[in-house]
């Protein structure tokens, strides 16, 4: 199992460009890189997902590296609706979706 | 992506009670998740809900403890047994979807216990 490991928190201002990183330093060939968003009391919400080099869509952009074994989410441009938790998920893998601790990004006026 | 329902939304137990979660799934799916997730924790899975077998559990979950069913490809249910304040959880059902780059989870709204 690919385990990942982020900041547990980050605070930015409104209007600038976030970048959260994830470590994965033991993904597999069969894994795919996945983002997910989480406001208090709510499931987890999909953001992104890739395998190599970079991915985007209307909200984020997902940086990876060759070697996969880090990914950077990057959030254009934050608002306060942006405070939430962020979650790096590594998988298939054997099935099993293990998250890790999350990071909270606290978005201030 | 996969819209997951799940009832009840929130809901208050009495210590020593049970309570069952049920997840309906808009599309068949092979895999089906249950997490748990504590006060200001991360999400911890509980199992694996397999189609017409046992769930797979995951180390400090047990089945009499976690009942799981998966009667079809659209339906589990969860059930919280003998519960104490410790239980006091958002339970959370998941499905892996095969679209986009791989295999993708998605989750429900989530079933907020209070035992008191």
């Known amino acids: 199992l690919a385990k990942t490991t982020q900041p547990i928190s980050m605070d930015s201002y409104e209007g600038q460009e976030v970048n959260i990183t994830c470590s994965h330093n033991?993904?597999?060939?069969?894994?795919?890189i996945t983002w997910y968003q989480q406001f208090p009391s709510q499931g987890p919400r999909f953001i992104i997902q890739?395998?190599?080099t970079k991915v985007t869509n209307e909200v984020a952009s997902l940086f990876i590296p060759a070697d996969r074994k880090s990914s950077t989410l990057s959030l254009p441009r934050v608002s306060l609706s942006d405070t939430a938790v962020y979650y790096c998920l590594v998988g298939p893998g054997t099935y099993k979706y293990i998250f890790g601790t999350g990071t909270r990004l606290k978005v201030l006026a | 992506s996969a819209v997951i329902s799940q009832k009840p939304s929130r809901d208050i137990c009495q210590r020593g009670t049970s309570l069952t979660i049920q997840c309906q799934v808009d599309?068949?799916?092979?895999?089906m998740f249950w997490y748990r997730q504590q006060p200001g924790q991360s999400l911890t899975l509980i199992a694996t809900a397999n189609q017409g077998s046992e769930a797979t559990y995951e180390s400090g979950f047990v089945i009499d403890k976690f009942p799981i069913s998966r009667p079809n490809l659209t339906f589990s249910t969860l059930t919280v047994s003998n519960m104490s304040p410790e239980d006091s959880s958002i339970y959370l059902c998941?499905?892996?979807?095969?679209?986009?780059?791989?295999?993708?989870?998605?989750f429900g709204e989530g079933s907020w216990l209070t035992v008191v």
């Open positions: 998941s499905v892996a979807s095969g679209q986009g780059y791989g295999n993708t989870i998605y």
């Open positions: 599309s068949q799916v092979t895999m």
């Open positions: 890739g395998y190599k």
């Open positions: 033991n993904i597999a060939t069969n894994d795919y």
